[in-house]
């Protein structure tokens, strides 16, 4: 009998280290996540988090090789001033070595933050991470996503619920077995094996408040990981984003070689992009404005300059139109949001101030259009949580502006986003 009980609990104990393992694992990950936030919001300036690429600062690849051990790293990071100061050796040397100051982060990096950087630094080059796990590893720019990661709340509560569940699992049988021991010593019959649900059915009667507050932490739980998944909708959709998407026009229309080498604004094609929703696509008169005259191209000559002549029934030899022969081109489209998407271009240029290329690439270097970003809907969404609306001379962002500065007045710096004046509302991008 003896056997039975450390039997049952050294196979608890290896179940109960196995799940302690993982979380604290899982943790890892979250404070490598965190690091690599206050990373990129403080260091990436001046340093390269996994390679040995010199910024202002030294690349950080192998740090860990060449610092010393222990709490030097802590010092270093929240007031490398004082380090040096007090002579220590190697931040001396690499002070003498780089020359360039790096900023004294007393204040605002405790060492909790250098933990989780150190923990960011330790581990895979996010670069790689987002290329594996098939994400965008390959956009520049405001168009390349970042990754979410970090550990769910409701994981956190159903792990602490599995733990308790070994635990209790495991007492009753070592409670079991010494019963039954102790009841053959005085020679009564053995108790009778209840299962496992019977017991854990007694134990939730006894404890009706504790079982109640644990459900409302589960709903909860869920709720909240519910509505966090709402917003990165389309993130597990991005094997079917069209990113990338270029195809083949009726004519060969080069962007290089209009709006880049000769110059010709956006807009005066795109005429409507910053009075209406659609930036639209010029019609075939538009081209006519300069091809009338121009007749022949650097790259194709006569033959695609022709094919806007036959959409428009024009004859460069007379000079004359013949509407019977039209053909309207049909360009195809590039960028495609599904119909339950509300989007305004005005909205973002004019009033947003954002450039044509944060949201479709360097289209001037284009000699086939081609879609740069990923139109889902964490990319709407990220924009909005981190930038920032333009208020100058808009008066009722002023109005606004100066209301929430009031409300929290000496509180916080209010950054005033999109997210801020309802951009990540449900019903503002659907219908
Ligand atoms: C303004 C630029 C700048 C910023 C911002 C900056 N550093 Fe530095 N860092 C440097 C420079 C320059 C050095 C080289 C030593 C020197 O010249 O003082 C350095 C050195 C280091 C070293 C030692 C490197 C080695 O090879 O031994 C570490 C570690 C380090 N920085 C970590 C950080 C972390 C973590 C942050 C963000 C919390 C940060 N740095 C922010 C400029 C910067
Ligand atoms: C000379 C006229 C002209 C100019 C100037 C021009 N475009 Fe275009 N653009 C077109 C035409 C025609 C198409 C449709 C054919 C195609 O997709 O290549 C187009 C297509 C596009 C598309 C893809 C639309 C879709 O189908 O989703 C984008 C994005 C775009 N243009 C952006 C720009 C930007 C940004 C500029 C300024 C840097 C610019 N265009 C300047 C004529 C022009
Ligand atoms: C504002 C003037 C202007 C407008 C509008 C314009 N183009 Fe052009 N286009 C040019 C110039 C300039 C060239 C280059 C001529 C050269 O370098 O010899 C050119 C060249 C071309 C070529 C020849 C490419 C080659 O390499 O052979 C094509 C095709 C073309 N344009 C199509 C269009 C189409 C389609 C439109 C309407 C959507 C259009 N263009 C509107 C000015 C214009
Ligand atoms: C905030 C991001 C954003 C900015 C800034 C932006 N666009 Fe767009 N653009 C889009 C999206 C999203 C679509 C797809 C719209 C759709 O399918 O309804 C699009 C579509 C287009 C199209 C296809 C025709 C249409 O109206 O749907 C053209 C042409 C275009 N954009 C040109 C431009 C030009 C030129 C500028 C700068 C003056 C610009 N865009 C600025 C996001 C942007
Ligand atoms: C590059 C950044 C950026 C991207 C990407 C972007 N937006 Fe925006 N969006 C803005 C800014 C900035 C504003 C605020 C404009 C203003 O001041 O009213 C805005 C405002 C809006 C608004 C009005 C919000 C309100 O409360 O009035 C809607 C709707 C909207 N965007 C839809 C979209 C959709 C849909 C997409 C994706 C297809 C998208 N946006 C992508 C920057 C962006
Ligand atoms: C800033 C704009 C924006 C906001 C705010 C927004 N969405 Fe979306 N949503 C989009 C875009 C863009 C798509 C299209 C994504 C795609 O085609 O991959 C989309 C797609 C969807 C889809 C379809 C998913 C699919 O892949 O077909 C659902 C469902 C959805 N959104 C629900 C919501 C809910 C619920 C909210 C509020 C919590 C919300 N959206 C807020 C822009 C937005």
Request: proline share 4%; charged share 25%.
């Amino acid at each position: 009998m003896k056997k039975h009980i450390s039997r049952t609990s050294a196979k608890a104990l290896i179940l109960m280290v196995f799940t302690v393992f993982a979380f604290t694992s899982n943790i890892k990950a979250q404070s490598a996540d965190e690091g690599a936030k206050i990373f990129k919001q403080n260091c990436a300036v001046c340093h390269a988090s996994h390679s040995d690429q010199m910024g202002t600062g030294p690349g950080l690849k192998g740090l860990f090789d060449r610092i010393p051990k222990g709490d030097w790293i802590n010092k270093w990071v929240i007031n490398n001033e004082a380090l040096i100061k007090a002579g220590d050796p190697y931040a001396k040397k690499i002070k003498a070595q780089y020359g360039a100051a790096m900023t004294v982060f007393e204040g605002q990096i405790d060492e909790k933050g250098v933990a989780s950087i150190v923990a960011f630094l330790k581990g895979p080059d996010p670069a790689l991470k987002q290329v594996a796990s098939g994400g965008t590893g390959t956009t520049a720019g405001p168009a390349a996503e970042e990754q979410k990661g970090g550990i769910e709340p409701l994981y956190l509560i159903l792990g602490i619920i599995v733990i308790l569940a070994i635990l209790i699992g495991a007492f009753r049988s070592v409670r079991t077995s010494m019963q039954n021991a102790a009841n053959r010593a005085e020679g009564k019959a053995e108790n009778p094996d209840i299962t496992f649900g019977q017991e854990v059915r007694n134990w939730m009667a006894g404890h009706r408040r504790l079982v109640g507050v644990f459900i409302i932490i589960i709903a909860f739980g869920g709720m909240k990981s519910c509505w966090d998944a709402c917003y990165n909708i389309g993130v597990y959709y991005d094997w079917k984003t069209q990113k990338g998407y270029k195809p083949e026009q009726p004519i060969k229309f080069s962007h290089k070689l209009h709006a880049g080498e000769n110059e010709i604004a956006c807009q005066y094609c795109h005429s409507s992009v910053e009075k209406s929703r659609h930036a639209g696509i010029p019609s075939v008169n538009i081209c006519m404005n300069c091809h009338k005259g121009i007749q022949k191209g650097p790259q194709y000559g006569e033959k695609e300059i022709g094919k806007i002549y036959a959409a428009n029934g024009f004859d460069p030899k007379t000079g004359k139109y013949d509407t019977s022969k039209e053909n309207p081109l049909k360009w195809i489209k590039v960028h495609n949001l599904p119909d339950h998407v509300y989007f305004n271009h005005s909205q973002h240029v004019v009033v947003g101030q954002i450039k044509c290329e944060q949201c479709h690439g360097n289209v001037k270097e284009m000699t086939v259009a081609e879609q740069k970003a990923p139109l889902t809907m964490k990319w709407c969404i990220e924009c909005h949580r981190k930038t920032e609306v333009v208020m100058e001379g808009n008066a009722y962002y002023d109005r606004l502006h100066k209301a929430l500065k009031e409300k929290y007045a000496g509180q916080y710096d209010v950054k005033f986003t999109v997210e801020k004046i309802g951009g990540l509302e449900c019903g503002k991008c659907h219908y």
